[in-house]
């Protein structure tokens, strides 16, 4: 369900390496290889927004990290649900409040579904969530229920609000615009057009103050981004005097630290020096070899403890199922190509020279860790003559011997050369894309590599505009929804669907998926559509990551989760 990039970008500060020194009373400085896209409220799309998003905001609902199960957050029970599957009925707990002092009512849950559902919001990548909230009703006598009508039962009706922060109808509508309108409304392009009032509300909710200024910051959590030094470090405070002391029970609630200081570094020899001077107190970010060397010095283990931990992520090569033609060659279109590309990944050497061999191949598109998971289906191996044949049976040759493939491609004679996009920054990705273009070059294909920063790596296969890359997708243990990634709809409207993947009979599958509510069959559904996407390859399918825990002992309360982040850093508490 959970489904984001991983963007990577560094730039060391040696005067913050210095300040940290001199901050370490209940101040927990955290290990980050990267920055978020932004911390816009609705708009984003990173996992460590998402992260940062578990302390400075709340949702409907939280996941206990614990049991994998549903946990009431804003709302003081799990919804009363119709016979139907079609009505979820809430009431919001009493004595929340916004920072201003302001209770949070079912208003805000209005506006963070109409702000989410807004044709003109720009999260496009996010609104197939919300595109089954029909409407909410809010009862006339007490603004603290409401129910929420849905189009159509599905899995994640419930799920689906953990993943979102319910924001401020006050901070962020100040006119109160929104109000006006329906969620019908709010989603027609023809009645758009004639709502000038619309239109400037949300140029101004897109704005990036409401991105990556800390003044425009409003979230419900117990700790506040006070400080954002692009490239070095971004600073949450507790908030004093928050109504969150009060439920110290709850993981949402607590606020150990004082400070969290969560600092950036992917260089891994500058993060292995830092750690071992204790100037970084977590880290789950560190490379594996890196981890491995740490697990075997006596000295660092007496003051750090260091595990493993399962994940639901992992990691993909996506490949161009669609490409225009012209920019972007017809290379992948093929299943046999892909399916080749697949054969000539050397996955046992990627997994000992970058992994220390502790990831686990992936054959489709959910964690081996998951219930549904297709167990029949089987790991490729590395075969280049397989590969050679496959490609030669799709119609490639070297026809001019110059030592690349070749191929006439609506009458143009195309040769297998092409891009490889990873977010720069990332010795792992660099690597990982070497290892590829020289195991690619074995059957006279040509690769070259293409560093790209977030935005334009982002922004690249959102528009369909590449031919190979990589990346990472995190989930979770929610029952899947493979819509984000896989329909139709989604390579059409420019969202998280980068290969080009579906047609009609696998939509239907996951619409299938979606509306079952009985889990035996829905997991039989599951695996049907994991062996669809298995047999048409639009991924080079990589590894199930294993997350690398580094905690300092000085730190006390320290859980570990298979659930992302692994590590909820608000429940650490510094030892007496």
Same mark, same amino acid.
């Given at each position: 369900?959970?489904?984001?990039?991983?963007?990577?970008?560094?730039?060391?500060?040696?005067?913050?390496?210095?300040?940290?020194?001199?901050?370490?009373?209940?101040?927990?400085?955290?290990?980050?290889?990267?920055?978020?896209?932004?911390?816009?409220?609705?708009?984003?799309?990173?996992?460590?927004?998402?992260?940062?998003?578990?302390?400075?905001?709340?949702?409907?609902?939280?996941?206990?990290?614990?049991?994998?199960?549903?946990?009431?957050?804003?709302?003081?029970?799990?919804?009363?649900?119709?016979?139907?599957?079609?009505?979820?009925?809430?009431?919001?707990?009493?004595?929340?409040?916004?920072?201003?002092?302001?209770?949070?009512?079912?208003?805000?849950?209005?506006?963070?579904?109409?702000?989410?559902?807004?044709?003109?919001?720009?999260?496009?990548?996010?609104?197939?969530?919300?595109?089954?909230?029909?409407?909410?009703?809010?009862?006339?006598?007490?603004?603290?229920?409401?129910?929420?009508?849905?189009?159509?039962?599905?899995?994640?009706?419930?799920?689906?609000?953990?993943?979102?922060?319910?924001?401020?109808?006050?901070?962020?509508?100040?006119?109160?615009?929104?109000?006006?309108?329906?969620?019908?409304?709010?989603?027609?392009?023809?009645?758009?057009?004639?709502?000038?009032?619309?239109?400037?509300?949300?140029?101004?909710?897109?704005?990036?103050?409401?991105?990556?200024?800390?003044?425009?910051?409003?979230?419900?959590?117990?700790?506040?981004?006070?400080?954002?030094?692009?490239?070095?470090?971004?600073?949450?405070?507790?908030?004093?005097?928050?109504?969150?002391?009060?439920?110290?029970?709850?993981?949402?609630?607590?606020? %150990?630290? !004082?400070?969290?200081? $969560?600092?950036? #570094?992917?260089?891994? =020899?500058?993060? &292995? +020096?830092?750690?071992?001077?204790?100037?970084?107190?977590?880290?789950?970010?560190?490379?594996?070899?890196?981890?491995?060397?740490?697990?075997?010095?006596?000295?660092?283990?007496?003051?750090?403890?260091?595990?493993?931990?399962?994940?639901?992520?992992?990691?993909?090569?996506?490949?161009?199922?669609?490409?225009?033609?012209?920019?972007?060659?017809?290379?992948?279109?093929?299943?046999?190509?892909?399916?080749?590309?697949?054969?000539?990944?050397?996955?046992?050497?990627?997994?000992?020279?970058?992994?220390?061999?502790?990831?686990?191949?992936?054959?489709?598109?959910?964690?081996?860790?998951?219930?549904?998971? %297709?167990? !029949?289906?089987?790991? $490729?191996?590395? #075969?280049?003559?397989? =590969?050679?044949? &496959? +490609?030669?049976?799709?119609?490639?040759?070297?026809?001019?011997?110059?030592?690349?493939?070749?191929?006439?491609?609506?009458?143009?004679?195309?040769?297998?050369?092409?891009?490889?996009?990873?977010?720069?920054?990332?010795?792992?990705?660099?690597?990982?894309?070497?290892?590829?273009?020289?195991?690619?070059?074995?059957?006279?294909?040509?690769?070259?590599?293409?560093?790209?920063?977030?935005?334009?790596?982002?922004?690249?296969?959102?528009?369909?505009?590449?031919?190979?890359?990589?990346?990472?997708?995190?989930?979770?243990?929610?029952?899947?929804?493979?819509?984000?990634?896989?329909?139709?709809?989604?390579?059409?409207?420019?969202?998280?669907?980068?290969?080009?993947?579906?047609?009609?009979?696998?939509?239907? +599958?996951?619409?299938?998926?979606?509306?079952?509510?009985?889990?035996?069959?829905?997991?039989?559904?599951?695996?049907?559509?994991?062996?669809?996407?298995?047999?048409?390859?639009?991924?080079?399918?990589?590894?199930?990551?294993?997350?690398?825990?580094?905690?300092?002992?000085?730190?006390?309360?320290?859980?570990?989760?298979?659930?992302?982040?692994?590590?909820?850093?608000?429940?650490?508490?510094?030892?007496?």
């Amino acid at each position: 369900m959970k489904s984001l990039l991983y963007p990577l970008l560094f730039i060391l500060s040696i005067t913050f390496t210095s300040s940290c020194k001199k901050t370490q009373s209940n101040t927990l400085v955290v290990h980050l290889l990267s920055e978020p896209d932004d911390m816009h409220p609705t708009n984003g799309a990173s996992a460590v927004r998402a992260e940062i998003n578990l302390y400075t905001n709340l949702s409907l609902l939280r996941v206990n990290y614990k049991t994998g199960e549903l946990l009431p957050c804003l709302a003081k029970s799990l919804p009363t649900v119709s016979e139907d599957g079609l009505n979820y009925s809430y009431e919001l707990k009493d004595n929340i409040t916004w920072d201003d002092n302001s209770p949070i009512t079912a208003n805000d849950i209005v506006f963070t579904t109409k702000a989410s559902k807004c044709l003109y919001t720009n999260n496009i990548g996010l609104k197939p969530y919300w595109e089954n909230i029909d409407d909410i009703i809010v009862d006339s006598k007490n603004n603290k229920k409401f129910t929420i009508k849905m189009k159509r039962p599905y899995i994640l009706n419930t799920w689906f609000w953990t993943d979102f922060p319910i924001v401020q109808a006050a901070f962020y509508d100040k006119q109160n615009v929104l109000a006006k309108y329906s969620n019908a409304q709010l989603t027609d392009s023809t009645f758009l057009k004639s709502k000038q009032d619309i239109k400037q509300w949300a140029d101004e909710f897109n704005s990036p103050k409401y991105s990556t200024d800390t003044q425009f910051m409003s979230g419900a959590g117990p700790y506040k981004i006070t400080k954002w030094d692009k490239g070095v470090s971004i600073t949450l405070e507790k908030k004093k005097n928050h109504w969150s002391e009060n439920c110290q029970e709850n993981w949402y609630c607590q606020a %150990n630290p !004082d400070k969290i200081i $969560l600092k950036l #570094n992917n260089n891994n =020899a500058s993060a &292995l +020096l830092e750690l071992k001077n204790g100037l970084i107190d977590v880290s789950t970010m560190i490379d594996y070899s890196s981890f491995t060397e740490l697990s075997k010095d006596e000295a660092f283990k007496k003051d750090f403890t260091l595990k493993l931990a399962d994940t639901y992520n992992y990691t993909y090569v996506a490949m161009n199922m669609k490409p225009d033609g012209k920019k972007h060659k017809k290379l992948f279109t093929d299943v046999n190509v892909r399916r080749a590309m697949a054969l000539l990944t050397p996955y046992n050497q990627i997994n000992k020279t970058l992994y220390e061999n502790n990831n686990k191949q992936v054959v489709g598109p959910i964690s081996p860790n998951k219930i549904d998971f %297709n167990a !029949d289906l089987k790991p $490729l191996e590395y #075969n280049v003559e397989q =590969a050679k044949e &496959l +490609l030669k049976q799709a119609g490639w040759a070297d026809t001019d011997n110059d030592q690349v493939l070749d191929k006439i491609i609506d009458g143009e004679k195309v040769k297998f050369e092409f891009n490889i996009n990873f977010m720069a920054g990332s010795k792992v990705w660099e690597d990982l894309a070497k290892q590829l273009a020289e195991s690619f070059g074995k059957a006279n294909i040509y690769v070259m590599l293409n560093p790209l920063d977030y935005n334009g790596f982002f922004g690249s296969v959102t528009g369909h505009s590449f031919d190979m890359s990589i990346s990472a997708w995190q989930s979770s243990a929610p029952p899947e929804d493979f819509s984000q990634l896989w329909s139709s709809a989604s390579w059409a409207n420019n969202g998280l669907n980068f290969t080009g993947f579906g047609t009609p009979q696998s939509d239907a +599958l996951i619409d299938s998926i979606n509306t079952c509510m009985d889990e035996p069959k829905r997991i039989a559904l599951s695996k049907r559509f994991q062996k669809l996407v298995y047999d048409e390859q639009p991924y080079i399918f990589m590894f199930t990551q294993t997350r690398r825990v580094i905690v300092n002992k000085k730190w006390d309360n320290l859980e570990i989760y298979t659930e992302y982040p692994g590590v909820l850093l608000n429940t650490l508490k510094l030892k007496d």
